[in-house]
């Protein structure tokens, strides 16, 4: 059984309007993210949420309310040569673990507190470990998890509304849930592709906040199934998709945590 509570630091915003805080901008739009081989299934739930992020985001350029003119997107590449920008570990500093079941650290360019050079996140080794691998509610908390602090990686801050994938808190309902995107969410992160980095993004007038389901861009995430053509032939090891921010000042997961 496990147990979760969060709770939030600053940044956070209660949604009261159709608008995110925003916590920093990837300088470049392809993200070379390292994700640890092992265990295997935890590689997969993370590589499966960075298909979800880039694949969303793809497709909010394509057909989404606001029309956008152009195809500029963030795109998450799996490396494992060294040259990662954004990198996962499967482990918890001392200082985390007490509190936090996910967490991004962000590190600027010199001299700014909006321009990503790149990021470090830490996911739970409590859930992401080799005796959850047939744990199907490890699984889909695991996803969950991957797909908020990839948001976090995209700079995308904290949303207080009870259903965004970047809402921080935990609720057991989310865990038998469909984790969903906003159009808010990706609209945001369309904002930071152009090369803009402002403190909050709000919809345009007469835009609505709406939700799609992250599932809805994998063929079958919970058995880890990648969704076709989005590993590139010549290199079955590498995803390309959309992209991330840094620091680590803004909401984290924090946890009560029985397992």
Known sequence: ????????????????????????????????????????????????????????????????????????????????????????????????????????????????RTSIISTQTYLTPTIFNDAQANNVTARRYGFWLALHELGRVLGLGSLMDGKDIMEPRYFAARVDGIPQFSTLDLYALHVLAQGNAPNFVSLPDGVQDQFIPATYFLLNPYSLVAAPGLVPSVNPSTVQAPEPRTSSLHVRFFRAFII
Do not use: C
């Open 1 to 112: 059984m496990v147990l979760v509570v969060m709770v939030a630091l600053t940044p956070v915003h209660a949604a009261t309007e159709s608008s995110i805080p925003i916590n920093g901008r990837y300088a470049v739009l392809t993200i070379k993210i390292y994700i640890p081989l092992t265990p295997k299934w935890a590689h997969d739930v993370v590589l499966n949420a960075s298909i979800a992020w880039n694949r969303a985001q793809l497709r909010y350029i394509q057909g989404g309310p606001t029309k956008a003119l152009t195809a500029t997107v963030y795109n998450f590449v799996e490396t494992v040569d060294g040259t990662a920008t954004s990198t996962v570990s499967f482990s918890m500093p001392a200082a985390y673990a007490a509190i936090a079941v996910g967490w991004t650290n962000y590190n600027f360019a010199p001299g700014t």
